[in-house]
């Protein structure tokens, strides 16, 4: 039997990228997915669009994720939406590339409220919400920046080793509630995320389809097992 049909999931930052394609993928499995992100419009978009495949299995609000009454506000809807939360990944980020010298505070502040903080924020909230289920996942999309580093990366870097630590220690927490945690740290993916953009001239690089297959592998295994730290890589980077 999956463990995707008909379980309610949250997908933050959900609609572009890769947040977009996990949700689609637990949409494909028969899942009932709740996107958010901050800007209406595309939430709005988005869900429409979906809906017109997949009816109401899908469902969506406006949400920054570094603002904890509005992560508050956000899993208070989604639960109400589905019917409660089994599946919860946090997937908003914003991508952060300046020397420390040159970078403003400003910038630092909204790095880490967004990766670091919105991800304890999510997790407060919904966790209660998953345990009244008597088991979940949560699977948190961190980077291969987590464990390499690099010039300019200061602040993205810090957020994503962060994740791990964080990531590892909620591991530990939550295990005997019957509740999965898993980090999944990607390499280069051919998105717009951190200001870039989708290049055809880029295809040795990941597809965000490529880490949503990864996240309804890691969900769809059978719950004995627990793949908690998941690398992915292109095959044939670019030399």
Not at 30 to 48: D, K, P
Not at 110 to 125: K, M, P, R, V
Request: glycine share 14%; with cysteine.
């Amino acid at each position: 039997m999956s463990n995707i049909e008909g379980k309610a999931a949250v997908v933050t930052g959900g609609t572009r990228g890769i947040g977009l394609s996990i949700a689609e993928a637990l949409l494909r499995r028969g899942g009932r997915v709740f996107i958010c992100a901050r800007n209406e419009a595309e939430v709005s978009e988005v869900v429409g669009r979906l809906r017109g495949e997949h009816g109401e299995c899908i469902h969506g609000g406006v949400c920054d994720v570094g603002r904890p009454g509005d992560v508050k506000s956000m899993i208070e809807q989604a639960g109400r939406a589905m019917g409660g939360i089994d599946i919860l990944v946090n997937n908003a980020g914003v991508g952060s590339h300046n020397e420390v010298e040159r970078m403003a505070v400003e910038e630092w502040q909204a790095t880490i409220d967004t990766n670091l903080s919105g991800l304890f924020y999510c997790c407060h909230e919904a966790i209660p919400l998953i345990k009244r289920r008597g088991s979940g996942y949560i699977i948190n999309i961190g980077s291969l920046a987590g464990k390499n580093a690099f010039a300019g990366g200061a602040a993205y870097s810090a957020s994503k080793f962060g994740l791990i630590g964080f990531s590892e220690a909620l591991m530990q927490e939550l295990r005997y509630d019957h509740i999965r945690v898993s980090y999944v740290m990607p390499g280069s993916v051919n998105t717009g995320f951190g200001g870039g953009r989708e290049d055809s001239s880029s295809s040795w690089k990941l597809q965000a389809e490529d880490v949503a297959e990864v996240v309804v592998n890691l969900i769809e295994m059978d719950p004995r097992a627990l793949p908690s730290r998941v690398e992915l890589r292109p095959s044939e980077p670019k030399k």
